[in-house]
């Protein structure tokens, strides 16, 4: 018995606070003091309208928001929050409702986008428990507090390149409960999830949730998959700037734990004895102040940034994902000079169960865009440190490979990214669709490689162009368009005409075309000095 009090008493799950006697415990005094300020400084904040949860699809479409990224539907004062409707394909991938045979191989090897569930921890139930010791054989209350649930938390850290290692699941472990003689429940282990620099985390939709509601709207819609997503919407709660414009900015995160005045545990007699006693009214109305202030922290706290977390640097610190619950309160506090024995203390409030959408990508100062086949593979092996797959066929790249340009021993150096070929169609999900084009979002300068060997390379950049979202999109980039294969009939009069009509419509747009050979190292030292301009190293 002595060995395990002492193992209980040395358990780190458990702080230890008391020694034999309620010492710390708080007095009547105190607790009355505690409750008289809730209800005096509080008072109205008692709760507003109960809340409707973020995030559930709702099924009416609308075509013009496929180029807005959210609706504003209702905003305060009628509502709490600015609530928004936003279409369907922001909170989900097209990869993550496709069966298993779907999916293409490429998946497997490399992994640039997963969705996670992260769920943080419950905080642990407070202790009913009395001081008992030889001369008394029920005391003072001493049940010590739930220790609070453990939190989720992201960081970003150099030297990793892929999220292929991520869970699928990561949770934090809940609060353990308190127990007698004053001791608090241990908190629960936080859960730390590390990802590479260049992720992106988004909040998104329960992959399941949405394949579900998806099948049924395919067999009336009929449409492909992508267009379904777009053509329906999810309803959100958002905080933001409420002041003049209404702005949404974060999604505000609900958890489902009990309402202010509920979450009581008894013991020895139930809540209807409880209810029916005006003490217990008279201390609920007053506790009642206490959730309400607890969970409007919580609620300050659980948003999330709408258009997402970019992780473009190291996080020095780790970044808070998920809070975990609070811990409940023990018997101890509810000790008054009216309720000598308490037989109640509160349950821990919830932790929260979301899912992220984790995507990485690259950082890469420039973006080699271009047509399966077009050479863009043999360029980065010619120009950079790089080995991606190089073959006369086509989709030889199926995924992303990056290379470190170098200009030279004192000189700066430039990354460039190689994305598998953009075929026509590719917006509408034709060969490997757009998937990997967020490996070149950041970038600062696309590339744009033609062939000279097709037919009518001017017809390719058209199609690259329209497929990369137009003229407008391309702009907003520095552009260079490399016309390659140049090797190829070069003294054919039709072939060199191939280059002047690029090089004339790019002349309307101030782009800078170079015809180069990767197979046979011709203008590629230029190459590199064109592209380092691009990539805004060198003038
Ligand atoms: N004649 C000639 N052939 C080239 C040149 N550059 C690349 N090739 C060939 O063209 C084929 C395709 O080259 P890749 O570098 O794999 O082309 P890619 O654009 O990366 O192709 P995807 O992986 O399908 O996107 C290979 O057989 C290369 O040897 C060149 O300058 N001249």
Not at 343 to 357: C, D, N, P, T, V
């Amino acid at each position: 018995m002595f060995r395990l009090l002492c193992k209980k008493l040395n358990n780190p799950r458990l702080s230890r606070k008391a020694s034999s006697a309620p010492d710390n415990a708080p007095k009547a005094s105190d607790n009355e003091t505690w409750l008289r300020k809730l209800k005096q400084e509080h008072q109205e904040a008692l709760p507003r309208s109960s809340l409707i949860g973020s995030g559930k699809i709702v099924s009416s479409r609308s075509s013009d928001l496929l180029t807005v990224p959210y609706e504003v539907v209702s905003t305060p004062p009628k509502t709490p929050y600015i609530n928004v409707k936003s279409p369907l394909s922001n909170f989900i991938t097209l990869s993550h409702l496709q069966t298993k045979t779907q999916r293409t191989s490429h998946a497997k090897e490399f992994v640039d986008v997963r969705i996670l569930k992260c769920r943080s921890g419950s905080g642990g139930n407070g202790a009913v428990s009395f001081f008992r010791d030889a001369g008394r054989s029920i005391g003072p209350p001493d049940g010590g507090d739930g220790g609070d649930g453990g939190s989720v938390y992201i960081q970003a850290i150099e030297g990793l390149n892929s999220l292929a290692k991520l869970r699928t699941t990561y949770s934090a472990f809940d609060g353990e409960s308190g127990a007698a003689k004053q001791l608090d429940g241990a908190r629960g282990k936080d859960v730390l999830i590390s990802v590479p620099v260049g992720t992106v985390v988004k909040w998104c939709m329960n992959p399941a949730e949405v394949r579900n509601a998806v099948n049924s709207y395919k067999n009336t819609d009929n449409l492909p998959l992508r267009r379904v997503l777009e053509n329906h919407r999810v309803g959100l709660h958002c905080t933001g700037r409420f002041e003049m414009d209404q702005k949404p900015t974060h999604i505000q995160l609900f958890r489902d734990s009990y309402e202010a005045g509920k979450g009581w545990l008894f013991k020895g007699k139930d809540e209807a004895y409880h209810d029916d006693k005006d003490w217990f009214q008279e201390l609920n109305e007053k506790v009642k102040v206490y959730d309400v202030e607890t969970s409007q922290s919580e609620l300050k706290g659980d948003r999330f940034p709408l258009y997402g977390l970019d992780l473009d640097k190291p996080t020095p610190t780790p970044l808070c994902l998920l809070k975990g619950g609070k811990g409940g309160l023990g018997n101890m506090h509810f000790l008054t000079n009216i309720i000598r024995n308490p037989r109640f203390a509160k349950i821990g409030r919830s932790g929260l169960e979301q899912y992220f959408m984790f995507e990485l990508k690259s950082l890469a100062d420039l973006g080699l865009v271009g047509l399966p086949n077009a050479g863009k593979s043999t360029i980065l092996n010619r120009i950079s440190n790089a080995k991606p797959r190089i073959g006369h066929w086509e989709f030889t790249t199926t995924h992303p490979s990056v290379g470190t340009v170098t200009l030279g021993i004192d000189s700066h150096s430039f990354t460039v990214a190689d994305i598998p070929g953009i075929i026509k169609g590719a917006s509408r999900d034709k060969g490997m669709g757009l998937e990997f084009i967020r490996h070149i979002q950041r970038s600062k300068g696309w590339v744009i490689v033609v062939s000279l060997e097709r037919h009518n390379p001017l017809e390719d950049l058209n199609t690259l162009l329209f497929e990369l979202g137009g003229i407008e999109e391309v702009t907003k980039k520095n552009v260079l368009v490399v016309c390659n294969k140049a090797d190829v009939k070069s003294d054919d009069p039709a072939n060199i005409n191939k280059f002047y009509q690029i090089r004339d419509y790019c002349r309307a747009y101030q782009w800078d075309v170079l015809p180069v050979s990767a197979l046979k190292n011709q203008n590629i030292d230029l190459l590199v000095r064109k592209m380092a301009m691009c990539a805004g190293m060198a003038q």
